[in-house]
């Protein structure tokens, strides 16, 4: 039987715990944003995205693709955004197949993206090169970027967006956890201001 004394549930919270605190947002030039108004900027462009009627694309490989489709469930649905994902299967393979899956998702934000649109790029290690191209592609048409990444703190990834948060631990499932429970948080700030809105 497997150890499980540094797997129980309560270590793992404590550890996810202390992850979340460890969190960090940096900008463009990579400049300390602190998480809390690295959150309030994402937060403002995404509301701008919402009453513009802009669209937010929001991408990742393996587990950050589930994570994706989770976040644009949650972003149509409580925060009202326009919110798509880019791995529609055929779409995707057609790219890949005709330019390369490391250029799939670029290719496909070229014809799609405009400006004032945003993008948020999730990789784990921000090693993917699909997804930094995309990230590339996206500032290239003028979209807002943001992304999500955990591994190193100097992961190419990180430095590719107009906000950058990253989790500082190597382990896939709390880096995902983590960035989905990011995610969700931006979700539930709109149902919740949403909520008090309703009530004025």
Known sequence: MPATTTLSLKTCAEQFAALLDRCEA????????????GMTAVMERLAQARQSKSSVY???NGGSAAVASHTVNDFLNVAKLRAFTLHDSS?????ANDYGYENAFARILAQVGKPHDVLIAISSSGNS???RNAAAQATASGMFVITLTGFAGDNPLRSLGDVNLWLDARNYGQV???????????ADRFGANDGELAKS
């Open 26 to 37: 940096t900008g463009k030039k990579n400049e300390a944003l602190g998480l809390e108004p």
């Open 58 to 60: 929001v991408i990742g």
């Open 91 to 95: 779409l995707l393979t057609c790219m």
């Open 129 to 131: 090169k699909n997804i």
């Open 176 to 186: 995902e956890i983590g960035h989905q429970f990011l995610l969700h948080n931006m």
